[in-house]
């Protein structure tokens, strides 16, 4: 099992446990608890707080229009705005996509790379690749795709903003969700409190391992309809995996937390899946 370099005892025993429920693998539990945190979007927030999306990319608009009809800076200088100006419009761009990844309007939205080619033995290989970007409508069912090529960041020329150029081939650049993330990912509560934790991070970790925990669970009368067994929904043992791991990997947020705490956030997490099941009937 794949464990991370320097780790000390305490971080041992938990690979150890989850190696013993099937879990092999850590990269999958840390690619849920820290790369699935939507970046672009979070320094979004960090770098402009409540001002939207689409102020922020007006914004740039115009000062792009400055940047191309300007004679007065010099040009080491001009250089070294534009390529500022090149990595914010990226930053946006990549909080837009985040901040739409799974739909917009009626259309479902799917992300994924353009291989460049084939190794020796026929696997994809992917070296700077495009990304294409495929939408498809509810109700009926029209697909669509684009492109976005790869390119260098930080380049000191006034280029295409090849992202909202693909969205205007699908048709949705209009219909895109372009307010401020902030209420999607953080709060004026503490940091464990965040959304980006409670509603993201904290559900996909739970339903990760939960798989993996085979306690019984106590028979209810509000949430079974016969007399057979189920799995416990919060055995102690994955409450306690769960907040080790937290703890492990953002330990400044999650040191303070309690059994207690963890449990209430995934009950509410339950709760939401249950209305949205019964609001599907």
């Known amino acids: 099992m794949s464990k991370i370099p320097g780790s000390r005892q305490r971080q041992t025993d938990i690979f150890e446990r989850?190696?013993?429920?099937?879990?092999?693998?850590?990269?999958?539990?840390?690619?849920?608890?820290?790369?699935?945190?939507?970046?672009?979007?979070?320094?979004?927030?960090?770098?402009?707080?409540?001002?939207?999306?689409e102020e922020v990319h007006g914004q740039i608009g115009r000062w792009k229009d400055f940047l191309r009809n300007d004679f007065i800076l010099q040009d080491s200088q001009r250089a070294k705005i534009i390529r500022e100006i090149n990595q914010t419009e990226f930053l946006v761009c990549a909080a837009l996509m985040q901040s739409n990844s799974k739909r917009v309007g009626n259309w479902e939205l799917q992300y994924g790379w353009i291989p460049t080619g084939k190794?020796?033995?026929g696997n994809s290989i992917?070296?700077?690749?495009?990304?294409?970007?495929?939408?498809?409508?509810?109700?009926?069912?029209?697909?669509?795709?684009?492109?976005?090529?790869?390119?260098?960041?930080?380049?000191?020329?006034?280029?295409?903003?090849?992202?909202?150029?693909?969205?205007?081939?699908?048709?949705?650049?209009?219909?895109?969700?372009?307010?401020?993330p902030r209420r999607y990912l953080v709060s004026s509560r503490k940091a464990q409190g965040w959304p980006m934790y409670t509603r993201v991070i904290i559900p996909r970790l739970y339903e990760f391992l939960a798989p993996h925990y085979s306690n019984r669970g106590h028979h209810s009368e509000k949430r079974d309809t016969a007399e057979v067994p189920r799995k416990a929904l919060f055995p102690k043992e994955l409450l306690l995996d769960m907040l080790e791991i937290l703890q492990m990997e953002h330990p400044h947020f999650?040191?303070?937390?309690?059994?207690?705490?963890?449990?209430?956030?995934?009950?509410?997490h339950l709760g939401r899946n249950s209305k949205s099941i019964k609001s599907a009937l």
Do not use: C
Request: no cysteine; hydrophobic share 40%; net charge positive.
């Open 18 to 53: 989850l190696e013993a429920r099937g879990i092999r693998d850590y990269g999958s539990v840390k690619t849920i608890v820290s790369l699935q945190i939507p970046q672009a979007a979070y320094l979004f927030v960090r770098q402009f707080g409540s001002r939207t999306l």
């Open 119 to 121: 190794d020796e033995f």
């Open 126 to 180: 992917y070296n700077r690749p495009a990304l294409r970007i495929t939408a498809r409508h509810r109700e009926t069912l029209e697909i669509r795709h684009a492109s976005v090529p790869d390119e260098l960041l930080g380049g000191s020329g006034l280029g295409v903003n090849h992202i909202q150029k693909a969205f205007e081939a699908l048709g949705l650049w209009h219909q895109l969700r372009k307010g401020s």
């Open 254 to 268: 999650f040191g303070r937390t309690t059994l207690n705490q963890l449990k209430a956030n995934i009950q509410r």
